[in-house]
């Protein structure tokens, strides 16, 4: 099993209508949770955050974190074709050798290909 | 407009070759992280260093990469002698205190 599962899709949505893009992890001692957009030939971008349960919005963007199911999720609202890239989830455990602190030492899904056709 | 800088952004070799990359992590980030993106392995962590020291590189092939920082301004990776799998995208990231991450534009690498 990966330690970070997502649908490599492509998911393809029409304008303006809601992106859902999931993302599973295996291990339980996770912390913090990203969502990064790549743009193809570019360099991955940070767009979300989120370390406690629940619902984080940032404009038109939701990301979605239950831990007791290893599941986080995010949903792009009133999709463009702008947002037509390549999603990244990445997750963080404790670092032991500092002490439990995060040191960020990310793990990345495969990515999902998101299409978002006029 | 504070930002991860990676030079040269392409580079294009021969096998055998000496690689070097470099990164200028974003000023008063305390963490350099170094990765590798191709479409069979996705990203992968290659090494990383807080406060210049470097924490872990076990995702790097010991016989022929190396990972320094020199100073808090530069990170180097180096590759010795390169071959043709090494081709990829190198990223170099960078953060404070763990957590946020961000990226610089990548060096292309091809070895012919």
């Known amino acids: 099993q990966k330690e970070v599962e997502q649908n490599s899709g492509p998911l393809s949505v029409p304008e303006g209508a809601i992106a859902s893009l999931n993302c599973t992890y295996s291990?339980?001692?996770?912390?913090?949770f990203f969502w990064y957009r790549q743009y193809s030939g570019k360099s991955p971008e940070l767009i979300m955050s989120?370390?406690?349960?629940g619902d984080k919005e940032d404009g038109r963007f939701t990301a979605q974190l239950n831990k007791a199911s290893q599941y986080v999720s995010l949903l792009i609202r009133d999709s463009q074709p702008s947002d037509s890239a390549t999603y990244l989830c990445?997750?963080?455990?404790?670092?032991?050798?500092?002490?439990?602190?995060?040191?960020?030492?990310?793990?990345f899904g495969q990515g999902t290909i998101l299409t978002v056709h006029p | 407009d504070a930002r991860v800088t990676q030079t040269p952004r392409d580079k294009v070799t021969e096998m055998g070759q000496e690689v070097t990359m470099r990164c200028q992590p974003i000023l008063g980030h305390n963490t350099v992280f170094w990765y590798r993106q191709t479409m069979m392995q996705g990203l992968e962590l290659l090494a990383y260093?807080?406060?210049?020291?470097?924490?872990?590189d076990s995702g790097m092939p010991k016989d022929r990469f190396s990972a320094e920082m020199p100073d808090a301004t530069l990170a180097t990776l180096k590759i010795q002698p390169s071959e043709p799998r090494d081709s990829a995208v190198y990223f170099c990231?960078?953060?404070?205190?763990?957590?946020?991450?961000?990226f610089g534009p990548g060096t292309r690498l091809t070895v012919l």
């Open positions: 990231a960078s953060g404070f205190l763990g957590n946020e991450q961000f």
């Open positions: 989120i370390y406690s349960n």
């Open positions: 291990d339980r001692v996770s912390q913090s």
């Open positions: 990445a997750v963080t455990r404790g670092d032991l050798n500092a002490g439990g602190t995060s040191y960020g030492k990310l793990t």
């Open positions: 260093f807080r406060n210049r020291a470097p924490l872990d």
